[in-house]
């Protein structure tokens, strides 16, 4: 078992307020701020998670995603959303993005931090339909660009095999 | 006592009930007169390629094991222990020999005979009190294939798929045969929507003037060079028996010159000359038509796009997703969304399309998000009081006296058979709307 940092160790203090910052950007869908966190090589996957024996070895569907995106992708997903015409977003969601369990390690390079966290993200929209959860774990590689750090991978665990979300029109 | 005739005589002329889109009464109806006597998707042969590999697929409440047995037979069985009914298969894929049922012990063959059962001779006295031998998992009443899609049918005298499908198949050919070898599929994905079924068969099927409208921010983008309103309506949409869809007109060029166009390249463009007959060709090479969105009655859509996938040049490249609107209830659909690709594709081909799927359709697309809250937003409106007083006009493309507003194409403008015509229109729809009524009435 790799040990985690200690929780006062400056890093990991680092990257928890990365964590908690970005939720907060992501609650408010400012979403321009957000690609700016991401580096250039971002690789951020969603696996879809399938149910299979304990002996399985696997259990996620072999070769497809939700999301497996590149900085391309997100950042026309984020245009997207700039448009006048994305009606899934129009009126906007409300979301809170909650991470907790987070625990930092280090790594062989001390530019890049390793970092878990768990996620909850609770979405409403308009008045009558029920609000939608979505669960997940999420492991991260933080770098150091500068003076600030930024996400370069994001891998998102979701706790569920049938999503219970009309769509993915939000990022975790 | 069922629903009134002028139910189904307004959905025939074109005028749909908006509660038809979130009613209990009809849905238990859908249960008993349409999804217990149609061929309903379950999912394709290539998911379980190896000896012994599964997947478990409902059809409606109804669990079965695919399974590829030992000697190579792909198999539906009913996912039910005939001891006391526990589900011998938990898991959602895999491989195995043999299913085991969790509850008192008895094991199936992977091909579903019943193999052991735990102190035979003491309980039962052995094979005269239970013969075992002659036992198996119930298999599923009708089980048939096309092109590898694997497909059930509730009634035991069903007709036969290839029947069942007639001329579509002409259609079905363009997704799932574009090579000897045929297509393989990854995922689905799955997600609720709390959205009626038929809404998204009905928009898969026809809906070519949602496009420019609903899939605006997908143009402002630039992802996607084709949805312009202008563009949209030179398209045809065509209806061949159990099925129809939507096709996009292409720029000047032959068979070649328009494969290349939407994305193909060359070493696919040659085999898919190999299979795909002279009149499919020609609807591409001759008529100028490429096939895009289509729904197969009652429930399985099929799209074929060709965004932009990369930030580094303005190539397009297609992708293909088959798609399972699988009804929950009557306000509520599980979407199964597979990402198909030709299984003799170059792999790098296979992964720059796997993208094009992810960025356009499936739990994330960009295009589905605005669909979905359209849909749900229906659905919920339909549940209520008001909505059993509206008829929805979905006479689009139709005149007063039934006459159609654009004539259809002669056989020698669109090669394809069935009835096809260019224009914003609702005749599929129509089409898919007139055969639920069919069913139900």
């Known amino acids: 078992m ?57 259990d996620n569907s072999p070769g497809m995603a939700h999301f497996d995106e590149d900085k391309y992708s997100l950042t026309q997903r984020v245009a997207r959303f700039a448009t006048e015409h994305a009606w899934t977003e129009d009126p906007p969601s409300r979301l809170r993005h909650f991470i907790t369990n987070v625990r930092t390690f280090a790594t062989d390079d001390d530019t890049q931090l390793e970092v878990e966290s768990a996620e909850l993200l609770f979405r409403s929209r308009g008045d009558v339909n029920e609000s939608a959860l979505v669960s997940c774990g999420r492991e991260d590689l933080l770098r150091r660009c500068g003076d600030r750090w930024k996400l370069a991978r994001r891998h998102i665990i979701t706790d569920e095999a049938v999503l219970r979300m009309q769509n993915l029109a939000v990022f975790l | 006592m069922g629903p009134a005739t002028e139910l189904f005589e307004n959905v025939r002329r074109g005028m749909i009930p908006a509660h038809i889109y979130n009613d209990d009464e009809l849905f238990t109806r859908e249960k008993e007169r349409l999804f217990s006597r149609t061929w309903m998707f379950v999912g394709h042969e290539s998911e379980i390629p190896q000896d012994g590999d599964y997947v478990v697929r409902r059809v409606l409440n109804d669990s079965f094991i695919i399974t590829r047995d030992s000697n190579g037979d792909v198999r539906a069985l009913f996912n039910m222990c005939l001891h006391r009914g526990m589900q011998v298969c938990r898991a959602e894929m895999g491989n195995a020999s043999n299913f ?13 005979r019943l193999t052991g059962l735990p102190f035979h001779r003491e309980a039962y006295g052995g094979n005269d009190g239970f013969p075992k031998d002659s036992q198996s998992l119930l298999p599923a009443p009708s089980f048939a294939s096309y092109n590898g899609l694997l497909f059930i049918n509730m009634d035991p005298n069903a007709e036969p798929l290839e029947e069942f499908l007639g001329d579509f198949r002409f259609y079905l050919d363009y997704y799932t045969k574009q090579s000897p070898q045929g297509v393989e599929l990854r995922g689905p994905q799955r997600w609720r929507i709390k959205a009626n079924w038929k809404i998204g068969a009905e928009n898969f099927s026809g809906d070519m003037y949602h496009t420019p409208h609903t899939h605006a921010s997908i143009v402002d983008i630039g992802l996607f060079r084709e949805p312009k309103a202008q563009k949209r309506k030179d398209g045809a949409t065509y209806w061949a ?74 190539e397009v490249l297609p992708f293909i997703s088959i798609r399972l609107w699988q009804p929950i209830s009557a306000n509520e659909t599980e979407v199964c969304s597979w990402f198909a690709v030709d299984a003799a594709a170059p792999e790098q081909y296979k992964k720059d399309s796997y993208k094009a799927y992810l960025m356009c359709f499936g739990s994330t697309g960009m295009f589905e998000q605005d669909d979905v809250e359209n849909w749900v937003s229906l659905t919920t409106t339909a549940g209520g009081s008001m909505a059993r007083r509206l008829l929805l006009n979905s006479r689009m ?34 089409e898919l709307l007139k055969l639920w009524a069919d069913y139900l009435a």
Not at chain 1, 2 to 7: C, V
Not at chain 2, 100 to 112: A, F, I, K, L, T
């Open chain 1, 2 to 58: 790799r040990k985690p940092l200690p929780f006062n160790d400056i890093r990991h203090l680092a990257a928890h307020q990365f964590l908690v910052d970005e939720a907060y950007l992501l609650d408010a869908q400012a979403y321009e701020p957000w690609l700016d966190t991401l580096t250039d090589d971002i690789r951020y996957v969603m696996p879809v998670r399938v149910t299979t024996a304990r002996g399985a070895g696997f």
């Open chain 2, 100 to 112: 085991r049922c969790p509850y008192h012990g008895w094991s199936y063959r992977n091909d579903g």
């Open chain 2, 397 to 430: 493309g139709l005149l007063g006296d039934d006459r159609p507003v654009i004539e259809a194409l002669p056989p020698d403008a669109f090669h394809g058979p069935g009835r096809a015509q260019v224009g914003y229109n609702e005749h599929n729809q129509r």
């Open chain 2, 241 to 314: 028996h159990r099925g129809g869809g939507t096709t996009y007109k292409l720029p000047p060029g032959g068979f070649d010159e328009r494969m290349s166009y939407v994305g193909y390249p060359d070493e696919m463009i040659a085999r898919i000359k190999d299979v795909w007959t002279p009149r499919q060709q020609q609807v591409v090479g001759d008529d100028g038509f490429m096939i895009s969105a289509a729904t197969c009655f009652p429930n399985l859509s099929f799209v074929h796009n060709w965004p932009k996938v990369h930030a580094r040049n303005d």
